[in-house]
C-alpha cells in the first residue's frame, strides 16, 4: 500500500532522486506504470537507471548497466542536487516530527548517544535541494514524536508524509504535519494513535484507494519477488 | 608492488587514511593488509565506512574516524563502531555525503575550503563546530564551508592500471578522483595489469594518472565483499552475514582471526571461500567502444 500510494505521487518525466527500499519500488512501480519517463538519479551516480533486479545497496551493479549516465558524487550534489535539477526526493527516518523534520543521526544526546543511527548520507542536502519531499515512514509514537532529538533533514520542504495507514502533510509550508488521508479500512484514531503529538485532521479526510491489480501483481512477482521490502 | 610492501611502505602509524569507493570498488584487500600490519592511530576518513572501517576500529587501527553515513547498506548497522561511539571510544567528525564530497575536491584543488549550500536547519554544524559559513563577497550570500581533507594516503581499488599507474575505473565512480588528487600518497590496487597501449586507447576512462601515483599492486578479488563492475558482483550475502558477525563481539574476532589475521595474502583469502568465484564472477555485457580517430 505504501509503495502504490509513493509511485501514485510521481508524475511522468520528473526527476527523482531514490533511496533504497521502499522508495526504489515505488519509483520502479511508477515507471512501468504511469510514468514511463520518470528519470531516477541514485546518490552513488547512477542517471536514468533502469535496474534490471531489485538493488538491495544504493551503489548495487545493476543500476549502472544500462542507466543513461554514471558520473561522480561531487557531480551529483553539484550539478544535479545543488544545481536545483531534482524535482522529487524521497526520504526516511528513525524519527519525524510534528514540523516534518527528520532524524537518521543520533537517538538521546549526541556526546552520549543512545542509539547512534547511520547519519545523514545525503539526506541533509536532499531535504535542502530538492524541490518536494515525499517521506516515507511507518507510523508509531516513537518514530514520530513531537520534536526529533536531532535535525538531519529540516522538513520545510516536505510535501507529504506516507505512513502505514494514512497520509500527513503540512498545513502551509513547513507547517506543522496534520491528517489528509486515510488508508481502506483505517480510522483517523488509528492514525492518530501512532503519532507522539495531538495530531489534528483535515475536515475532509482523503481516501486513498488500495492497490490494483497491476500494481500488486507488479510489486509482488517483478519488483519484489523475494518479498525483501514489501510484508505482504 | 605487492600489498605488504605497499602498506608498508606508505601508510604509518597516525596517518589519515583513506580507502575510498562509494560501495563499488571497496578495498578490503588493502584494510585486511593494514590490520595484519597492526597500524594504530589512524584517522580513517570515508563517505561510508562500509564493512571495512567496521573491521578496521574492531582491529584497534582506528582512533578517530571522519564520515557522512556510518551503516551496513541495504543492512542496518556497522556494529563495532556504534560500541565504539556508544561507549565514547573512538572520535567522530560528521558531515553529510555533500560535505564530505567538498572536502574532498577542496583538497583536490588545493583550497582551503569549499562552499556548499547545504546545513542550514540542521543540527549538524552545532555538533561539528568545522562546518562553518562565509558570506559570499558578490551576492552576500550565506555560504557553508568545510574545510579541505587532504589524506597522508588515498588508497583506491580499480579494473585495471597499466605498470606506472594510469588507472582507469568504469560503473559507479564515487570520489575516489578527488580523494586520490587530495592525498599526500595513493595506493592503486587493481584487479588487472594492463599494457600501457590498453590505456592508450581510451584514455577517457582513466581516473587517476601516474603522476599522482606512487605504489600500483595487482589483487584480484580484492573488493570483496563490494564489487568491481564487469568482473564480479557485490557479496550480499555477506553483507547480510555481517549483522550477526559484527553484533558479537566473540564472533567478529573469530572472523578477524580466520579471514584476516589467519591468512597472508588475498590469495589464501581467496582459498578459504570456495565457490565465491563461481557464484559472484560478473556476466559479460560489453560496450561497442568509439572512434577515437581524427
Given amino acids: ?232 | 608492488m605487492s600489498l605488504p610492501d605497499a602498506v608498508a611502505r606508505f601508510v604509518r602509524d597516525g596517518d589519515v587514511v583513506v580507502i575510498e569507493g562509494f560501495t563499488h570498488l571497496i578495498s578490503f584487500a588493502a584494510g585486511h593488509e593494514i590490520i595484519r600490519q597492526r597500524r594504530r592511530d589512524l584517522t580513517l576518513c570515508r563517505l561510508t565506512p562500509d564493512l571495512i572501517y567496521d573491521q578496521m576500529i574492531a582491529a584497534g587501527c582506528a582512533a578517530k574516524l571522519v564520515f557522512s553515513w556510518a551503516g551496513n547498506p541495504g543492512v542496518g548497522s556497522l556494529h563495532a563502531f556504534r560500541r565504539a561511539v556508544e561507549g565514547r571510544e573512538l572520535a567522530i567528525e560528521e558531515y553529510s555525503h555533500f560535505g564530505m564530497v567538498a572536502r574532498f575536491s577542496a583538497g583536490a584543488a588545493r583550497l582551503p575550503f569549499w562552499t556548499l549550500r547545504d546545513y542550514e536547519g540542521t543540527d549538524l554544524p552545532r555538533v561539528n563546530p568545522r562546518i562553518k559559513s562565509v558570506t559570499c563577497p558578490y551576492t552576500g550570500e550565506a555560504l557553508a564551508t568545510v574545510p579541505a581533507l587532504n589524506p597522508d594516503v588515498t588508497i583506491v581499488h580499480a579494473q585495471r592500471a597499466d605498470a606506472r599507474g594510469n588507472t582507469q575505473i568504469w560503473g559507479l565512480l564515487g570520489v575516489q578522483k578527488e580523494a586520490a588528487f587530495a592525498s599526500g600518497r595513493v595506493i592503486v590496487v587493481v584487479e588487472e595489469l594492463v599494457d600501457e597501449s590498453v590505456i592508450r586507447a581510451d584514455p577517457n576512462r582513466t581516473l587517476i594518472p601516474a603522476a599522482i601515483v606512487d605504489a600500483v599492486v595487482v589483487e584480484p578479488w580484492g573488493a570483496h565483499p563490494s564489487y568491481a563492475q564487469g568482473y564480479y558482483d557485490r557479496d550480499n550475502d555477506f553483507y547480510l552475514a555481517w549483522e550477526a558477525i559484527s553484533k558479537d563481539p566473540a564472533a567478529l574476532t573469530r572472523y578477524l582471526d580466520t579471514f584476516v589475521y589467519g591468512v597472508r595474502d588475498r590469495a589464501e583469502y581467496m582459498e578459504k571461500h570456495a565457490g565465491l568465484a563461481e557464484r559472484l564472477k560478473a556476466k559479460e555485457q560489453r560496450c561497442a567502444g568509439v572512434n577515437y580517430g581524427y
Fill in chain 1, 1 to 232: 500500500m505504501m509503495a502504490a500510494v509513493a509511485a501514485r505521487e510521481l508524475a511522468d518525466g520528473e526527476i527523482v532522486f531514490v533511496g533504497i527500499g521502499l522508495p526504489n519500488l515505488a519509483c520502479n512501480l511508477a515507471r512501468r506504470t504511469h510514468a514511463p519517463n520518470l528519470v531516477m538519479i541514485y546518490e552513488s551516480g547512477a542517471v536514468g537507471a533502469t535496474p534490471s533486479r531489485l538493488p538491495v545497496s544504493i551503489g548495487d551493479p545493476a543500476l549502472v548497466t544500462g542507466s543513461l549516465m554514471v558520473c561522480g558524487m561531487a557531480d551529483v550534489f553539484q550539478l544535479f542536487l545543488q544545481n536545483g535539477r531534482i524535482e522529487v526526493g524521497f526520504l526516511g527516518g528513525a524519527q519525524v516530527d510534528r514540523h516534518g523534520n527528520i532524524n537518521t543521526t543520533v537517538i538521546g544526546p549526541y556526546e552520549r548517544p543512545k542509539v547512534r543511527l547511520p547519519g545523514s548520507g545525503g539526506a541533509a542536502e536532499i531535504a535542502i535541494h530538492a524541490q518536494r519531499i515525499l517521506i516515507v515512514s511507518k507510523l508509531s509514537p516513537r518514530a514520530f514524536p513531537e520534536r526529533v532529538d536531532f535535525v538531519t533533514s529540516p522538513g520545510q520542504r516536505v510535501q507529504r508524509v506516507i505512513t502505514d495507514k494514512g497520509v500527513l502533510e503540512p498545513d502551509g509550508a513547513g507547517g506543522e504535519l496534520v491528517l489528509t488521508g486515510l488508508y481502506p479500512g483505517v480510522a483517523a484514531a488509528d492514525v492518530k494513535a501512532g503519532v507522539g503529538w495531538t495530531l489534528r485532521s483535515r475536515p475532509s479526510l482523503a481516501r486513498l484507494d488500495p492497490p490494483t491489480r497491476v500494481e500488486l501483481q507488479l510489486l509482488r512477482e517483478v519488483l519484489d519477488p523475494e518479498r525483501l521490502y514489501l510484508k505482504s
